[in-house]
């Protein structure tokens, strides 16, 4: 069974400066897909960013972009230029490319954005 | 577009009574699903439905039902509340879920407390 696992619980960061949320997750699959979604006090669970695991490219969102590592099964989510709207917690999702209908959901990450 | 809408946004329940939690997408998407989110875990499955007229279980199906009316609405049914299913119900809806590109967009939420 695919599994996710982000280490990291609580995150802080400073009002425009960088950080890295990180994920790592198991399967056998080779073709897969990742997600992060962000998930503010109201509830909402927002896509922010996807990746395909046949791309070598990392995805970038405007100041969202991953670092994918296949081989170590590594899928990290950099925040350039924090915002005070960056607070959330945030979610790193796993869903195989052959079609499934569950997306597999990490514990999460609280990140506080300090002014 | 109003995306995926959830009612009611919260609900306390006595144990034993019963309640149906709505969801509606207006994104002409052909897939929908019910997760739940309980304290320090991701979100859980409970049930799917491929595409109008279909219904599956997910990962945490017990003690639910649901009802898939139209192409539009996707309902969870709780027959008699149990404490365990306190929790936050997230409907989400997705183009198609074989399809190996796709994505799943959520809802606001429904926060429910069984007493």
């Known amino acids: 069974a695919q599994t996710v696992t982000q280490s990291q619980p609580e995150m802080s960061v400073q009002e425009a400066e960088t950080v890295t949320l990180s994920c790592t997750y198991d399967t056998s699959e080779s073709d897969y897909y990742l997600f992060w979604y962000k998930q503010p006090p109201s509830r909402q669970m927002i896509l922010v960013i996807r990746?395909?695991?046949?791309?070598?490219q990392n995805a970038t969102e405007n100041r969202f972009s991953v670092n994918f590592q296949k081989a170590a099964k590594s899928f990290s989510l950099k925040i350039s230029d924090s915002q005070l709207g960056d607070a959330a917690m945030y979610f790193c999702a796993y869903r195989y490319q052959g079609g499934s209908e569950k997306l597999v959901f990490g514990k999460g990450t609280k990140l506080t954005v300090n002014p | 577009n109003a995306g995926v809408t959830q009612t009611p946004k919260f609900q306390v329940l006595k144990t034993g009574q019963s309640m149906t939690l709505q969801c509606a997408q207006d994104?002409?998407?052909?897939?929908m699903y019910w997760y739940r989110q309980d304290p320090g875990m991701g979100l859980r499955l409970i049930y799917y439905?491929?595409?109008?007229?279909?219904?599956d279980k997910g990962e945490v199906p017990n003690g639910y039902n649901v009802s898939r009316l139209n192409k539009r609405e996707f309902s969870l049914r709780l027959e008699s509340a149990a404490p365990s299913q306190t929790s936050v119900y997230f409907c989400?809806?997705?183009?198609?879920?074989?399809?190996?590109?796709?994505?799943?967009?959520f809802g606001p939420g429904t926060r429910l407390t069984v007493l």
């Open positions: 989400a809806s997705s183009r198609d879920y074989r399809q190996g590109t796709d994505t799943q967009y």
């Open positions: 990746q395909e695991a046949y791309k070598q």
């Open positions: 439905s491929a595409s109008e007229g279909t219904t």
């Open positions: 994104m002409n998407h052909n897939s």
